[in-house]
């Protein structure tokens, strides 16, 4: 595997590792922030209801009318609301009313009539406990985007809860807000891996430009050539360019060196022998110990040349071995 291509992986497997939890955490936190949203916007249309149906309590009997008329009102009522990519005509509230005891009185969306138990929901048994009350149902088991948010507040009158009244809300349009959601991070995120792996090949190639370069020039000095070293700066590579370039130098001066040696050796072959032949010729036709002895010095010493020039010779070859 190349250089480049581990750089890219390293930096690719890198980026993935640091954005997994990342996105894990965010496209498992969107859902609950929008239903945070929900809610506390719902917790206000609760207590505005529980106040004004405080104010129309009369002979201590909790009464009803008023909101069944608000609420007929509120369903013929038509309107068109662009709300980013939700395109809303509708209202989508169920509300619905309790006594002291969590008998139900009133109920918009008319699924229960008068006089149901309510006491054992979460949102009423909370709340006429003097609690906060909210429950999440869903109308269609197995369905998420069934589910309904209840939020209850107290209905109070001189520092009594005589009732509750409890709002619904539909979460399905919060669901298609939060899909939007996911898909445009989805396709940021899609944008940011481009741009991660575009970043990482181009600092890989800004890492191993050097190298390469540095490389065919080793390849040129070993094919012969002379060229000079590449100009890398003053980094790391440089310093190792400007290391080879100075070994190089050197290589070539012993190189020459031994060339003269083995070249040297080889002129004082030639002397040495013809010193010999001289020397034993002269034997033949000379005599008396005075000759004999100066014949034995020149022997004797061509023998010591000629071993140095062999000792010599085989050192060459020596440094000659790759």
Not at 195 to 202: K, S
Not at 221 to 231: D, E, I, L, N, S
Not at 284 to 302: M, Q, R
């Amino acid at each position: 595997m190349s250089l480049r291509l581990r750089i890219i992986l390293v930096y690719v497997l890198l980026m993935a590792a640091s954005f997994s939890c990342v996105i894990w955490l965010i496209l498992n936190d969107v859902r609950p922030r929008y239903l945070e949203a929900v809610e506390e916007s719902t917790v206000d249309i609760a207590e505005l209801l529980a106040a004004s149906l405080a104010g129309q309590i009369t002979d201590g009997v909790l009464r009803v009318d008023g909101l069944n008329a608000m609420m007929s009102a509120l369903e013929k009522r038509s309107f068109t609301a662009r709300i980013y990519n939700l395109v809303k005509r509708d209202v989508s509230l169920r509300v619905y009313v309790t006594d002291d005891r969590g008998i139900l009185l009133y109920d918009s969306s008319g699924k229960d009539s008068p006089g149901a138990d309510y006491s054992r929901w979460r949102d009423v048994n909370l709340t006429l406990r003097g609690r906060y009350g909210a429950r999440s149902t869903k109308t269609v088991p197995d369905d998420q985007a069934s589910r309904v948010l209840y939020v209850a507040a107290p209905i109070v009158k001189d520092g009594n809860i005589v009732g509750v009244v409890s709002v619904g809300k539909p979460t399905n349009s919060v669901s298609f807000l939060i899909n939007i959601a996911r898909r445009r991070f989805l396709f940021s995120l899609g944008l940011v891996g481009v741009t991660a792996v575009a970043l990482a090949v181009i600092l890989s190639v800004w890492i191993t430009r050097p190298v390469r370069r540095l490389t065919d020039y080793a390849h040129a000095v070993r094919q012969g050539g002379t060229t000079r070293p590449p100009a890398l700066g003053s980094s790391e590579i440089g310093m190792l360019g400007a290391a080879l370039d100075e070994m190089r130098t050197k290589l070539e001066g012993k190189a020459y060196i031994e060339d003269y040696v083995r070249a040297l050796t080889h002129e004082m072959k030639s002397p040495l022998t013809g010193i010999k032949g001289a020397g034993e010729i002269l034997r033949d036709h000379l005599s008396g110990p005075l000759a004999a002895k100066f014949l034995d010095n020149i022997d004797s010493e061509v023998q010591r040349l000629q071993s140095l020039v062999e000792r010599m010779l085989q050192l060459s070859r020596l440094e000659n071995i790759k």
